[in-house]
């Protein structure tokens, strides 16, 4: 698909250059700029409307409140309301945020299409994800598909992430052992508990539990 009416939701200077050379690079037409959100909502609706609507969204997450240096996660609710308004509407997500957990969100609760870091040498990873999003295929980071691949290494069940939980709320393992028997997740005992945090150790390739705990927190399992 060809996006011929972009609309950038962005507060930073710079990285609406960066966004702009990207775009004229790839050949594609101007795009709208907007500095707030509910300024945005009012465009798509407005759009809509007319029957011109956007057919690709770039947004940040998160924008400084006018006149102090707070940021306000307002970029999740535009995505939110966006989708709400225009299911098919390409949504590419353009931000510094580093948490996996919350990137993860963004794909399966909102549903966006691609997710861009800010980072030294964005520009090329921001036009992979454009003709990705103009092929109508979802565009992941790089980070994001290391960790997801990692973890496709081990099929985390209910009692595992459980168990992991326990385990990073100070647990000793036989508490954890007594948790599964009362809860009713077999197997029970103390060297089930140790068998399977070794089982998951080795598939993830760690020698600490900690890693373990860290790994699960990275993906949002716990």
């Known amino acids: 698909m060809q996006f011929n009416h972009i609309l950038i939701v962005e507060d930073q200077d710079m990285a609406n250059l960066s966004l702009r050379i990207t775009l004229e690079g790839l050949e594609l037409p101007r795009p709208m700029h907007i500095y707030h959100t509910s300024h945005a909502i009012s465009l798509l609706k407005k759009a809509v409307s007319e029957k011109h609507p956007f057919d690709l969204l770039i947004t940040d997450l998160y924008f400084e409140e006018e006149g102090t240096a707070k940021q ?41 299409d691609g997710f861009v870091r800010k980072a030294r040498g964005d520009a ?7 003709e990705q999003l103009s092929e109508n295929r979802r565009y992941y980071p790089r980070d994001y598909r290391a960790l997801a691949a990692k973890g496709n290494q081990h099929d985390f069940t ?23 028997e009362l809860n009713g997740m077999p197997p029970f005992g103390l060297s089930s508990v140790e068998k399977r945090l ?5 598939a993830m390739n760690f020698s600490k539990n900690q890693q373990l705990i860290g790994f699960c927190k990275e993906l949002g399992m716990i």
């Open 158 to 180: 209910d009692r595992d992430k459980a168990i992991v939980r326990l385990l990073n709320e100070g647990y000793s393992q036989q508490q954890i052992a007594d948790w599964l």
């Open 72 to 112: 306000l996660p307002d970029g999740m609710e535009l995505i939110r309301e966006a989708k709400l308004l225009q299911p098919e509407l390409k949504v590419l997500v353009f931000s510094t945020e580093s948490k996996i957990a919350m990137i993860r969100r963004l794909y399966e609760e909102l549903g966006v």
């Open 124 to 130: 090329g990873e921001l036009k992979n994800a454009l």
């Open 198 to 202: 070794k089982l998951m150790r080795t």
